[in-house]
Structure formats: C-alpha cells, structure tokens
C-alpha cells in the first residue's frame, strides 16, 4: 500500500526557505508495505542548524496525519546535488512533491520514465497471447497500460511510470524471465 501524502491536500507551514517537500523510498512503490516513509526538505542554503530546527517542525506536522513512522532528510539545495548524495537518484527519479503535488524532477522539467524491453520470439504462440493480454487486456478487462498509464512504443518495449515499476516486474516475471529495464528522463 501507497502512502500517497502528495495526493493529500496537506496544510503544512515552512518557511520560505523550503525549495521543496518530496517524499521517495519504499513507500513510492505500488504494492510496497514500507516499515517508514521517507521525507527529504529542500532548503535554500541556510545554516545547518535552522535546517534542523525547520525539518522537525514540518516532521511533527506530518506525524500527526499518519500512523507510520516518518524519517526526514535535510538538505540544503547544494548538498543535495553532492555526489556523496547516495539518495539523490532515488529523490530525483522516484520522488513526489507535497508542494505541487507532481514528481520533485519536474522542478528540473524533467519527467521519469521506466522503458522495459521484452522479448517473445523462444516464448510459445499461448505465452506470447498471455503476455499480449496483460498488457492491453482482454474482453473488457483494462490490461497494465491502461490500468496504470503505460504505454506501448513499439512492439518490444513499453514505457511506465516509476512508482508502477513492481507491479509491471512481477507481470512479466510470470511470463518470461527475457525482458530489460532501463530509468530515463523525459525532458518537458
């Protein structure tokens, strides 16, 4: 299950120092039951201290609207690009805004893409019509890409959105262990 605080209209006060609130992880994941969600605040370049101080006043807001655990992570807006950063892939590609309610990377006019390649050639004629009909569906059913807004690009590779990424996998495993994934940028 989601926890999808980026949907929520969330009445939270920060300062003008806050570029954004994203929230990344485990819980950004379809189908994923996350132990915590994780939180990481954008600062304008402020004194560690006030970046401290600002990350658990909006932390305690955020607690108070959800039973699971939250852990926060404070950046400023230059230690964020850092490349000791080790979160910042995740924060770029996977992380939503609960400021404007859309993924962080479109500050960057950048949109994720997960692109999956698969091949069927060694799959039997019943397989390759099994695949077909998970993803575009069967007798009125809605198939993956419509359920979830993916699309077909071409025969051979489909392109979904990140937080779909499971869901997709565990799909096509059952099917055929011949398929390739590969996280993209789609410039606006």
Known sequence: MMHKLWLKKLKLTY???VIDIVQFGSSMIENNIPNDI???????KIPLKEQLSQAQEIKNQLQKLINIPIHITAYDFYSFFNKGNF??????FYGKS????NYFSKLF???PRIQISYFLEKLKKKDKVRF????????????LLKAYGGELLNPGLIEIYPEYEKIFLN???QITP???LKKIFLLE
């Not at 939180?39 to 304008?44: C, G, P, V």
């Not at 979160?87 to 770029?92: M, S, T």
């Not at 077909?132 to 198939?143: E, F, I, R, T």
Request: glycine fraction near 8%.
């Open 132 to 143: 077909h009909y998970m993803l575009k569906g069967k007798k009125g059913k809605y198939g």
């Open 98 to 101: 609960l400021i404007s309610n």
């Open 15 to 17: 300062s003008k120092e």
């Open 178 to 180: 011949n398929f390739k």
């Open 109 to 111: 006019d950048l949109n």
């Open 171 to 173: 799909a096509i495993k």
């Open 87 to 92: 979160a910042k892939e995740d924060i770029l």
């Open 38 to 44: 994780d939180i990481a605040i954008i600062f304008q």
